[in-house]
C-alpha cells in the first residue's frame, strides 16, 4: 500500500490564514493471492452431494452440544456424542464420511487432535476444513461450485491484514465462480466456539481483503476466538458478479455447511 507523504505548509506572517494540505487520497487495499496450497488442485473431483448433505446435517448438532456446559462429557452432551458414535457404526453412510464425523467427535470430547493442519516450510499454518461443500447453481444454471475453507491460527500474514496471536483467520473460496459482488444477499458466516476459554460468535466472511479480486469469488475474516481448541461452521451464500458482462445480473447461490477444527495457541 503506498502512502502519500504529508505536505508540510510553510509558517507565515500573513494574517490570512494559512492553506491546509489536501487530505492524501486512501489507497485501495492491494490485490491478494493466495499460494497453490491454500487450493485444492483442479482436476479434484467433484464431491458426492448426498455425503456433503450427510456431514452438513451434523453440523447444528455438533455445535449445539459445545454451546453447553465447560465439561462436554456432561449430559446431554455424553448422549449426543454417544448417539452420534452409535449412528456411525450402524448407518450405512460411505466409510470416508463416517470416519469425518469421527474426527468432529473426537475433537468435540477432548480425545482428538486439532485438525489438519498443513504446516508448508514457506507459508503459515492452516487447518483446511474437514471436507469441501457444494454450491448448487453457483458458476451457471447448470454448474455447480466447490466450495474450500480453511483457517489460520494466528499471528499469519493471511488472511489480510492477518490474524494476531489468539486470533483467527477463516478463508471461503468457490472455485469456478466469478469474482465476488460487492453486495452480498445473504453473506457467508463462521459461527465458531472456542471449547475451552467457551468464546463464541458469528462473524461475517467479506471481500474486503480482496483475495482474488478477479475470480474465484473469496471472502474471509478474523475471529476473536482467543487461544483453545476451535470449532466452526462456515454456512450462507455468496453473491458474485461478472466482470467481463458488468450488465449480467449478480447470481446469488447457496452452500451447505462446511465443519472445521483448529488449534489457536
Known sequence: M??????????????????????????????????????????????????????????????????????????????????ARALLENSALPDQVKSTLERVITFLDGSGGGGPELPPADGPVIAQFLYPTIGKGCISDSADSVGTALAVPGPATLPPPGPPAGQAGFVFTALGTAPIA???????????????????????????????????????????????????????????QSKEDPAAPARTCGFLPTIGTVFVP
Open 2 to 83: 503506498t502512502i502519500a507523504a504529508a505536505l508540510a505548509v510553510p509558517a507565515t506572517a500573513s494574517a490570512e490564514p494559512a492553506l491546509q494540505a489536501p487530505a492524501a487520497p486512501e489507497s485501495p487495499t492491494p490485490e491478494t493471492q493466495l499460494p497453490p496450497f491454500f487450493l485444492p488442485t483442479p482436476d479434484q473431483p467433484l464431491p458426492d452431494y448426498a455425503q456433503i448433505e450427510a456431514l452438513a446435517s451434523f453440523a447444528p448438532a455438533i455445535l449445539g452440544a459445545a454451546a453447553g456446559p465447560t465439561d462436554v462429557a456432561a449430559a446431554p452432551q455424553a448422549d449426543l456424542l454417544a448417539q
Open 182 to 240: 460487492q453486495v452480498q444477499e445473504a453473506p457467508l458466516t463462521v459461527t465458531w466456539l472456542n471449547l475451552d476459554n467457551r468464546r463464541t460468535g458469528t462473524t461475517e466472511l467479506t471481500g474486503a481483503s480482496n483475495i482474488n479480486p478477479d475470480g474465484p469469488a473469496t471472502v474471509s475474516a478474523i475471529a476473536d476466538t482467543g487461544p483453545g481448541r476451535v470449532l466452526a461452521v462456515v454456512s450462507g451464500s455468496i453473491t458474485t
